[in-house]
């Protein structure tokens, strides 16, 4: 049972840590040619479609006729490429079902009372059999997660906590059967429209803009804590979207990475 939950937190912590091994510097928002183009999209709101980090593609979305994530695609490291499938419920997601290279890996539906944010969910495997239940409290700006496994037993406790205002997200602290796997920290927010619109998630680690500063703390292999402190340095479109994120280790003032983020104007 260990075993498969740890792979069931890997499967949703994806996204947190990924790294890549190449630069790609060519990174120009006035030129038409490059991937990082601004565009003549004035004020419009736009849909981020691609993330890519040092060249290479870490994200795709996809999107329906409501400008909500319809699927995201999550390109790891080893050239594996994860696919997210969204089913909605008008305005709220309610089924996210996640493949692997086009295997179906395992599925999330979520419950909810009388409001947009979700109380419970509930996690299958690709035989559609009951492989762990989730559920949801909130309290102030914190948002907790709690997961159980088929017989009641607690097995993980995720915390998610949101500046005074409840925009945006300052710190998330997953854990696995009293292991603190990832701590990030998020601080130095701008005043521009976050990169992620209308992001599935957005009840628990959801922005309206976009940190410039963010630390991460991890347990690797072996247990050891691998650490992380960045500044983050943008720059942004005519609309004020972040196009590019240069990414700098604060204590070296070393650029660790560049991220680039192309859009298109939603309907």
């Not at 792979?7 to 040619?33: F, G, M």
């Not at 996809?62 to 997210?84: A, C, K, P, Q």
């Not at 419920?89 to 395992?106: A, F, H, T, W």
Request: charged share 25%; proline share 3%.
């Amino acid at each position: 049972m260990k075993t498969k939950m740890l792979k069931v937190v890997c499967i949703c912590l994806i996204t947190l840590a990924s790294t890549s091994c190449s630069k790609n510097n060519d990174c120009d928002p006035e030129d038409e040619d490059s991937p990082c183009y601004a565009g003549p999209f004035g004020n419009s709101k736009q849909l981020l479609i691609e993330e890519k980090t040092n060249g290479k593609t870490e994200m795709r979305f996809e999107y329906n006729d409501r400008n909500l994530v319809s699927v995201r695609f999550v390109h790891g490291v080893d050239g594996n490429v994860t696919r997210e499938d969204f089913t909605y419920n008008g305005d709220i997601p309610i089924k996210v079902e996640r493949r692997s290279n086009g295997q179906l890996v395992m599925s999330e539906e979520y419950l909810y009372d009388n409001s947009k944010k979700p109380t419970s969910a509930i996690q299958k495997n690709n035989k559609g059999e009951n492989l762990s239940n989730i559920r949801y409290t909130y309290s102030g700006n914190n948002v907790t997660e709690a997961l159980f496994d088929r017989e009641g037993k607690s097995i993980g406790v995720n915390t998610y906590t949101f500046d005074n205002t409840g925009k945006n997200i300052i710190k998330q602290v997953l854990n696995l059967q009293n292991i603190s796997l990832v701590t990030i920290e998020y601080s130095d927010y701008d005043e521009k429209p976050c990169r992620y619109t209308n992001y599935p998630w957005a009840w628990k680690v959801g922005s309206v803009n976009n940190a410039r500063s963010q630390s991460l703390t991890s347990q690797v292999e072996g247990g050891v804590v691998a650490t992380r402190n960045d500044r983050w340095k943008y720059t942004y479109n005519g609309s004020g979207y972040p196009v590019k994120a240069e990414v700098y280790d604060k204590k070296t003032d070393a650029l660790i990475e560049i991220r680039e983020f192309t859009y298109r104007p939603a309907k």
